[in-house]
């Protein structure tokens, strides 16, 4: 009920937004180093959005969200604020684009190492990762939400690790989240029956310890309740006829 399918039209559109939001966290991959503040961050991928993209970041203004792209360090779970923090060695962040282009909308974050990753930080990061992809696979007509949010979960707490659980993924396009919302958890044979023409984005947030979590006072920032880290990648998706295509996916994997 109330799920907006993709036509042929919308779908290219949405193939180019996906294609932007995949260049620009191609783009600024390099620049994440020992030293470099997420304000910095934000104004190069701003002005590639802007200037070589032709481009717009959803994020400035969304809701009152005062930068472009969310930069999640360490403990932050999503939707961290650029700022003069400085990332060090050790550091891993999450950098969530989203771009507008031609009314629609593209949206996907990856997992950056600052230096020398801790063996922690990759442990979570690529469990995350490997939940995403596991939840991707289950994409086609016919599947249903539940069968994503179940082998997502199903990944995650086999090992040792927590899904958050306040935060979903959700149906995309002119709209930045429309229905449906994409539980990271649940049971398989439940919820939404996917169709052909749907696009949504899969987007786990994976705790080092406990799922709780905990919203700072300046009305984004959430944390993990425990402090431990935490990760979380992102792609969009399109379901087609036979199953799915990924919408975001970076120019190595393409
Ligand atoms: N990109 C985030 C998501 O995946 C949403 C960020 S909302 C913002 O849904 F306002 F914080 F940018
Ligand atoms: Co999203
Ligand atoms: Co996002």
Redesign the pocket.
Known sequence: MGIELKNEEAQAKMRVAGRLTADVLDMIGEYVKPGVTTNELDEICHKYIVETQNAIPAPLNYRGFPKSICTSVNHVVCHGIPGDKILKKNDCINIDI?VIKDGYHG?SSRMFMVGKPTIQGERVARISYEAMMLGIAQVKPGARLGDIGYVIQQHVEKNRCSVVREYC??G?GRVFHEDPQVLHYGQPDTGLVLEEGMAF?I?PMVNAGKRNVKLLPDGWTVITKDRTLSAQW?HTLLVTATGHEILTLGASDR
């Open positions: 989203t949206d993924g959700h995309i984005t987007e992102e």
